[in-house]
C-alpha cells in the first residue's frame, strides 16, 4: 500500500512474546479470557488473529456483558475482540493464561490483567497513535496536492512526512532497544519494518534481539523474512519464469543486457494506480536506450488485470499467474505490500530498490545518459 497513507494508518494483525522472557510453560494450556462489557446486550463476542496468512476466529455468548472466551494462542500474540452488533472492538495481546478484561461498549483503553505482553503493546500503542496524528498533516497535503498538483505542496507535505517517519523509526527502535527480550519487541519490526520494506531497520533492529523475542513466534517469522529477503538484495541475481496476458512462459533472463524494473502490482492497488503514470513516463524517455520493465501482477482475475493494463497504457512486459498473494513468485521473494519493485542491471543483478517517481527517473538517467 502507499507508505505515504498506509505506513501510518494501518496496523498489521502480528505479533508473539517470548516464553523464555514470559515465564510460559513448554506445554502449552491454552487462556481462559473473562470479559465484562459495560452495557453490552446479549450477543456473540468474538475473538480473531491471523497466522499463516488466514484468520482464526472463534467466539462465545454473553450475558449482561459477561463473557469467557477458551483458546490456545500461538505464545504471545495480538488478537482482536469485538461484539457482534458493534462495528469497533480491541486489541487484546493473548498469553496462554487466565485473563481478565473490563470495558464498556466505546471499547477505548480496556483494562486488562494476567497478560503482561499486554502492557507492553500498550506502550507501542501509544507511541503509535502519537504518530498516527502527527501524519495527519503531511497526509492531507498529499490529497490537496493530488487535487491542485501543487508541486510547493507536495515539498512541503514530502517534508513532513519523512520528518514524521525518520520521528517513528527512531521512537520504534528506541521500542525495540528497551523490550529487546520481549516479543512485542518483534511485532514492533514486524509491524513497522517488515510491512513496509526497509530493510536496514530490520537488521538494526534484529540486532538488538535476545532469545525471548527470538524465539517467539514474530521472532521466527522475521528470521525467516530475512532469509527470503536476502533473495532481493542488492547484488543478487533473481531468476523467475512467469506466463504472460498470451499464456506464453517469460524469463527474467531473456532480458539480460537490458537494464530492467521488475514491478508487483494490481489492478486493485490505489497506490499502484497512481504510480504507473510515472513508470509510463521513464519508459517512453529510456526504454530505447536499453530500459525495460517487467510487471507482475498480484490480480486473481484477468478481465480486471487486462482492462487496467489498457486503461493506463502501460505498454510493456506483463506476467501473472493470477494467484494474486498465494502466487509463488510472491511467497519466494516474501512480497508484503505493493507496489513493490527491484531495478535489474544488464548482467541481471539488482542495483536499486522500490525507487519511485524522479527516483527513478534520476536513476536510470545517470545510467543511461
Known sequence: MNRHIAAITQITLCTLIGAAALGQQKKTTGYTITGHVKGLADQKVYISHYLDGGQILDSTESKNGAFVLKGVSPGAYWHYVRAEK???????????????????????DPQVTGSATHIQYKEFAAIFQMIHEKAASPHYKFIEFEKTKDSAVYRQAKKEWDEVGQEADSLFTEFVRRNPSSPVAAFAIQDRFVNYNNPMKIEECYKLLKPGALNSTY?????????????????????????????????????????????????WCGPCRKENPNIVKA?????????????????????????????????????????????DLVMQYGIKSIPTSFLVDKDGKIIAKNLRGKDLEDTLAGLLQ
Not at 533473481?238 to 539480460?256: A, E, H, M, R
Not at 529510456?286 to 493506463?312: C, M, N, P
Open 283 to 327: 519508459y517512453q524517455k529510456y526504454h530505447d536506450k536499453g530500459f525495460e520493465v517487467v510487471a507482475i501482477s498480484l490480480d486473481d482475475k484477468r478481465a480486471a488485470w487486462i482492462k487496467a493494463i489498457q486503461t493506463d497504457k502501460l505498454p510493456w512486459i506483463h506476467l501473472s499467474d493470477l494467484q494474486a498473494w498465494k502466487s
Open 219 to 267: 521472532g521466527k517469522q522475521i528470521t525467516e523474512y530475512r532469509k527470503i529477503a536476502a533473495l532481493t538484495a542488492i547484488g543478487v541475481k533473481p531468476s523467475f519464469t512467469v506466463v504472460d496476458t498470451t499464456g506464453k512462459k517469460v524469463s527474467l533472463k531473456n532480458f539480460k543486457g537490458q537494464y530492467v524494473l521488475v514491478d508487483f502490482w494490481a489492478s
Open 86 to 108: 458493534y462495528r469497533g472492538g480491541f486489541p487484546l495481546f493473548v498469553e496462554n493464561t487466565t485473563i481478565t478484561v473490563e470495558t464498556d461498549t466505546t471499547f477505548k
